[in-house]
């Protein structure tokens, strides 16, 4: 991670440590505050090493449900902790009300995604919407020189622009989350903890600090589904949409009942309810979901595997323009799920999206999911695995 002054590359100004060439005390920054402990730690970094900063917390979903779960996100709780780490470090704290916004873009897309027989993300889309959009926008309105946030991803100053890195530490890379992310929005954006070696540096860093969020625990569910029942969500916000239907062999042969298509996904195996007298002892997987049937068809194993991916909403930050791709399309390698591991492929554009060809077939591959594309630790950009 910089620190400090750097030269600029022709010799002129030096560039403070976010990279302009300016004394940290003329530079504006509005650090995205959550009340956790890796944007706080960005705020008081950036604070005590002179920078104007100017921190701002969401408020996305702050109601009863939300605020009882301590490892939910955008809560009450969160808030008072960004407002403590601002008023003990000596910058002002902003809270903006995004409940709306947040429920428009991101909420209401996770319901409908799922109803569609997808599997979200929502966290992409509040990315690619209420923070990189509209908090951005907000932070040119206030006339900051950039947004920095805490997320773990690194950029860099390449000979095409801007460049979207993986972080230091692969245990915490986040830049799957962040494929949707423009050239224009990465011009704009820093995210100074990408080069830490691990989480236990961010913490000693907030312990150093004095911060009382140094031992907060991570978030770890969606912030507006805090105990993981997302089925309940989908039905609160779409009354009466989860129809129950047929659970149907690849073969044609009806094996059982099911409450609902939103409690599935593509390759679970799972909670499908299924007795060994229907199956015949045969482990099956959730293959695919027919939300117009309302049928959920399940399968071998093998039936998972794919070897040729649509997508559709592709986001393209790599070198060149995207339709200037090479015969064959772009060398590169895929994640298609956040935790698993990027594999070999080639992306070819194909009308409004994208054709992923994979040189080994991948399992599980869902519609909702994102595949983003990787050339070493450069993100190449991604997009929305489509239904086939």
């Known amino acids: 991670m910089r620190r400090g002054y750097l030269s600029a590359m022709d010799g002129s100004a030096p560039l403070n440590s976010l990279g302009f060439a300016k004394p940290a005390r003329e530079t504006r920054v509005v650090v995205a505050m959550s009340g956790g402990v890796d944007s706080s730690v960005v705020a008081a970094m950036l604070a005590r090493e002179g920078y104007d900063v100017v921190g701002v917390t969401l408020q996305l979903y702050d109601h009863g449900a939300a605020l009882a779960k301590a490892g939910a996100c955008c809560a009450g709780r969160d808030i008072r902790d960004a407002r403590r780490v601002a008023e003990a470090e000596g910058f002002p704290h902003y809270v903006l009300d995004y409940e709306s916004r947040f429920r428009e873009a991101v909420m209401e897309d996770f319901a409908e995604t799922y109803l569609a027989g997808a599997t979200p993300i929502p966290c992409v889309r509040c990315n690619q919407s209420v923070k990189f959009r509209d908090l951005l926008a907000v932070a040119q309105e206030l006339g900051a020189e ?8 690194r950029r860099a100053e390449a000979a ?27 011009g704009y954006l820093r995210f100074p903890l990408g080069g830490l070696a691990s989480k236990a540096e961010t913490r000693a860093l907030a312990a150093s600090y004095g911060l009382a969020v140094a031992e907060k625990p991570d978030s770890q569910d969606i912030c507006f589904v805090p105990s993981g029942g997302y089925a309940a969500v989908i039905e609160k916000l ?4 989860a129809e129950p ?7 044609g042969r009806v094996l059982g009942g099911h409450p609902g298509i939103i409690h599935y996904t593509i390759g679970q195996r799972r909670g499908l309810g299924l007795g060994g007298g229907e199956t015949g002892g045969e482990p099956l997987f959730v293959v695919k979901l027919e939300p117009e049937t309302r049928r959920v068809i399940v399968g071998p194993r093998e039936a998972l595997a794919v070897r040729r991916v649509a997508l559709k909403e592709v986001n393209w930050i790599g070198p060149g323009a995207f339709s200037d791709a090479p015969e064959g399309g772009w060398e590169a390698e895929a994640k298609l799920r956040s935790a698993r591991a990027p594999v070999p492929c080639r992306v070819v554009p194909e009308g409004d999206g994208a054709a992923l060809e994979l040189l080994t077939p991948e399992e599980g591959v869902a519609p909702g999911q994102a595949a983003v594309f990787y050339a070493g630790e450069r993100v190449l950009g991604g997009g929305w695995i489509a239904r086939g």
């Open 146 to 153: 950039c947004l920095a946030t805490g997320h773990y991803v």
């Open 160 to 186: 095409d622009g801007p460049a979207l890195l993986r972080a230091a530490d692969a245990a915490r890379d986040q830049s799957y989350f962040l494929f949707a992310t423009t050239r224009e929005q990465l």
């Open 245 to 251: 239907g047929e659970i149907v062999h690849m073969d």
């Open 238 to 241: 779409r009354p009466g949409a």
